[in-house]
C-alpha cells in the first residue's frame, strides 16, 4: 500500500460476473483504463448454477455454458468453475493490469446463505452445508488474489482495512457468512398483511427484531477500530467496501404509475413481477437480502460509525444488477454519507422485462419514492471508476453497449461528484 502524501487515487468498482450471460467486456475496458490504480470486486465473482440454470439460453447461444455442467458442490466443483472464469480475456486482461481487492458475497458459494444454511442448498441432495461452504471458501482462496486469514481467524472472517497514503481508508465487509441471520421471507408474511397496522407490525416486529444481525460482533469491532485509525490519521476520505445495497429502498406504487409513466400495462407483465405490486401498494422494501432486511443491523453499523467519528463513509456496493446513487441517513436522520452502487458486468436488471421504457420509467419512480435514493438504472452493464484527491470525489458510472460478443463499445452513463455537507457527504 502506498504511504505518504498521495495525490489521487483512481478505482474501478465491479460485481456480478456471470459467464453464461455474455463475456466479461467490461473487465477490459477497466484493464485499459491508466487512470485505475486498483479494482475493487464485491462479489458474485461466478455464479454457482448449472448449464441448465439461470442463464442457460442465453450461455447457449453464445457457448458460454457453464463448466461443469451441474450445479457446483464439491471443492472440485468450485475450483473447475474458477479455472472456467478464469478463462475469459476481459478477465485475464484486467487481472493482468491491475492488482485487484476482492471479497466475497454470495453466489461464490450459493445464493442467499445465512450462517446456519441457504437458500439454494438442500441437504437431502447436496449434503451438510457448511461442508460445501467451506469447499467455495478454500477455492476461493486458492483462485483469487487473497491472503490466507492472519492465525487466529478463519477462512470465513474475511474482513480487511487497507490505507492509502494519506488520502483514503478502505474497510471491506462480511455480510454472508460470519454474522447473518435467516432471511426473511415475504411468501411467508405477505398473505398476513392487510392493511397499514399489519405493514407497521412486519416492519417492527418482525424485519426490525433487534436480535436479527448481519455482521458479527467481531466484525463489527474490527469496522469501528479501522475507522478510528483512519481518522487518527487525518485522512480524508473513508470507503466501505459492501455487497448488497444499504439504502432504505421501498417499492413505489407500480401498478397504478407504470401506465402513466410509461404507456406499459401492468397487467402485461410477467407474472414474477406481480409481488412487487403487491409491495409498492403496501410500501414495502424492495429486497429482503439487502440491509433493507435488517434495519436493525443497519443502525447498529451506523451507531458503531458514528462512535468512532465517521458520519462521512463512501459505501461501495454491489449485488443488485442495478447502478445507484444513494445519499445515506440513519434512523434519526442523520446523514452517514453516500452509497455508490455498480450494475453487473454481465448479470442482468431485474426489471429489464418491462422494456427499455417501462424499466426507465421504474428507475425513475424508484428515485422519486425514496428519499435515499437520488437515481438508479436497472438496464445497463458495467462498472463505476471512483477517482479521489484530497479535495475531490468523482464516481463514473460506466457502461458496455454489448455482452453478447466481444464486440462492444463503452459510455459514461452518468458522472457524480461528491460534496460535504453537514458534516457528512451528500452528492453536489
Given at each position: ?277 403487491r409491495l409498492g401498494q403496501l410500501d ?136 460535504r455537507r453537514d458534516g457528512s457527504l451528500?452528492?453536489?
Amino acid at each position: 500500500m502506498p504511504a505518504g502524501p498521495l495525490a489521487q487515487l483512481g478505482i474501478a468498482i465491479a460485481s456480478c460476473s456471470n459467464y453464461p450471460f455474455g463475456f466479461f467486456n467490461a473487465y477490459e475496458i477497466i484493464a485499459n483504463d491508466a487512470d485505475i490504480d486498483f479494482v475493487l470486486h464485491l462479489g458474485d465473482y461466478l455464479y454457482e448454477y448449472g448449464a441448465d440454470g439461470w442463464g442457460a439460453a442465453e450461455g447457449a447461444a453464445i457457448g458460454r455454458a457453464h463448466a461443469p455442467a451441474h450445479e457446483i458442490v464439491s471443492l472440485q466443483d468450485y475450483r473447475e468453475r474458477h479455472a472456467q472464469y478464469k478463462t475469459d480475456l476481459g478477465s485475464r486482461l484486467m487481472h493482468a493490469a491491475h492488482p485487484l481487492i476482492s471479497t466475497w458475497d454470495d453466489h461464490e458459494s450459493t445464493n442467499n446463505p445465512w450462517l446456519g444454511g441457504a437458500q439454494n442448498h438442500q441437504p437431502d441432495t447436496e449434503g451438510d452445508w457448511r461442508t460445501r461452504r467451506d469447499a467455495s471458501l478454500q477455492a476461493y482462496f486458492e483462485w483469487m488474489p487473497v491472503r490466507d486469514p492472519e492465525p487466529g481467524l478463519s477462512r470465513a472472517e474475511l474482513w480487511r482495512h487497507f490505507s492509502f497514503g494519506d488520502l483514503a481508508s478502505l474497510t471491506t465487509l462480511e455480510t454472508r457468512h460470519t454474522g447473518r441471520s435467516e432471511q426473511i421471507d415475504y411468501g411467508d408474511h405477505l398473505e398476513a398483511i392487510d392493511n397499514e397496522a399489519d405493514r407497521d407490525r412486519f416492519l417492527q416486529d418482525i424485519l426490525g427484531d433487534s436480535s436479527r444481525s448481519l455482521l458479527s460482533a467481531d466484525m463489527e469491532t474490527f469496522l469501528a477500530n479501522s475507522l478510528t485509525r483512519s481518522l487518527s490519521e487525518s485522512q480524508p476520505w473513508r470507503l466501505i467496501g459492501n455487497q448488497i445495497p444499504v439504502a432504505r429502498t421501498h417499492v413505489p406504487d407500480v401498478a397504478n404509475r407504470l401506465e402513466q409513466e410509461a404507456g406499459r400495462r401492468y397487467d402485461s407483465l410477467p407474472d414474477s413481477h406481480r409481488l412487487f405490486s403487491r409491495l409498492g401498494q403496501l410500501d414495502l422494501p424492495l429486497y429482503l437480502d439487502t440491509w433493507d432486511g435488517y434495519p436493525a443491523a443497519r443502525e447498529r453499523f451506523y451507531q458503531r460509525c458514528s462512535a468512532a467519528g465517521a458520519s462521512d463513509l463512501i459505501v461501495l456496493t454491489g449485488d443488485s444488477h442495478a447502478f445507484w446513487a444513494n445519499e445515506l441517513f440513519n434512523d434519526s436522520g442523520r446523514r452517514m454519507g453516500v452509497e455508490l452502487g455498480t450494475a453487473g458486468i454481465t448479470s442482468p436488471g431485474d426489471f429489464e422485462d418491462y422494456g427499455p421504457d417501462g424499466a426507465a420509467a421504474f428507475d425513475r419512480l424508484v428515485a422519486e419514492h425514496n428519499r435515499e435514493v437520488t437515481w438508479t438504472d436497472c438496464t445497463h452493464r458495467g462498472f463505476v471508476k471512483l477517482v479521489l484527491t484530497p479535495d475531490s470525489a468523482t464516481a463514473d458510472y460506466v457502461v458496455v453497449d454489448n455482452v453478447r460478443s466481444r464486440q462492444y463499445g463503452s459510455s459514461v452513463l452518468r458522472s457524480v461528484d461528491i460534496v460535504r455537507r453537514d458534516g457528512s457527504l451528500a452528492f453536489s
